[in-house]
């Protein structure tokens, strides 16, 4: 569990500055939606691995959910990005996929 905690943490910071970074800073980005739904959904895995029951993986997922919400409201403030609410549907799908997956494994 701890090397999944690290890479959460790597993540969850990687995520956070690529979506906090200054448009003009970022390369042009295929599919902004897709993105999303990728990086959220490698979370959700990622926090899969560190529930140790249902309950704990909900919880996990739910705050998955809130970060991504967090992230896009502090977009207001940063040049050349906004709040998105298809963003966040983007994020709640990859945290439902990656969730789902693994409920079905456990």
Do not use: Y
């Not at 970022?26 to 897709?34: A, F, Q, R």
């Amino acid at each position: 569990m701890h090397t999944e905690l690290i890479l959460l943490i790597f993540g969850l910071t990687v995520v956070s500055l690529g979506c906090l970074a200054p448009k003009h800073w970022m390369p042009v980005l295929p599919n902004d939606k897709l993105l999303h739904f990728l990086a959220f959904g490698g979370l959700s895995l990622l926090v899969g691995q560190i529930a140790s029951n249902k309950i704990e993986l909900v919880s996990w997922l739910f705050a998955l959910l809130l970060a991504g919400c967090l992230i896009e409201a502090l977009q207001h403030w940063v040049p050349g990005r906004s709040f998105c609410w298809r963003d966040i549907a983007a994020n709640a799908a990859g945290i439902a996929a990656g969730g789902l997956f693994e409920s079905l494994l456990a």
